[in-house]
């Protein structure tokens, strides 16, 4: 019922940018796309909650990403944004964006990006 595509990952040099992008897509009956994030998953470390925004734009980050990354979201295009500045070797990992989705009637789930590598290397 939500898709969600995530573009925008690659090879970046430290202290480099880059910026995600992750589409939903809607069919049948979706409510709507709540809270929207980013996590992150490397090899033999547990999975790490990025950044998150709620449908009012409220957001929150990891301390090891404050000051560096931004999320943002536009709501008419059903779409959530990670800016990641001043990269650092250390945040290399695959990049996934999920979403909570609401039914009608109300039941909820949460949809998962396919992920994006993210690769900061000189």
């Known amino acids: 019922q939500v898709q969600l595509v995530e573009s925008g990952g690659g090879l970046v040099q430290p202290g480099g940018s880059l910026r995600l992008s992750c589409a939903a897509s809607?069919?049948?009956?979706?409510?709507?796309?709540?809270?929207m994030e980013w996590s992150r998953r490397t090899p033999g470390k547990a999975r790490e909650l990025v950044a998150r925004?709620?449908?009012?734009?409220?957001?929150d980050y990891a301390d090891s990403v404050k000051g560096r990354f931004t999320i943002s979201r536009d709501n008419a295009k059903n779409t959530v944004y990670l800016q990641m500045n001043s990269l650092k070797p250390e945040d290399t990992a695959v990049y996934y964006c999920?979403?909570?989705?609401?039914?009608?009637?109300?039941?909820?789930?949460?949809?998962w990006g396919q992920g994006t590598q993210v690769t900061v290397s000189s």
């Open positions: 809607a069919s049948g009956n979706v409510f709507s796309i709540s809270t």
């Open positions: 925004i709620a449908l009012d734009e409220t957001t």
């Open positions: 999920h979403a909570a989705v609401v039914l009608v009637g109300g039941y909820t789930y949460t949809a």
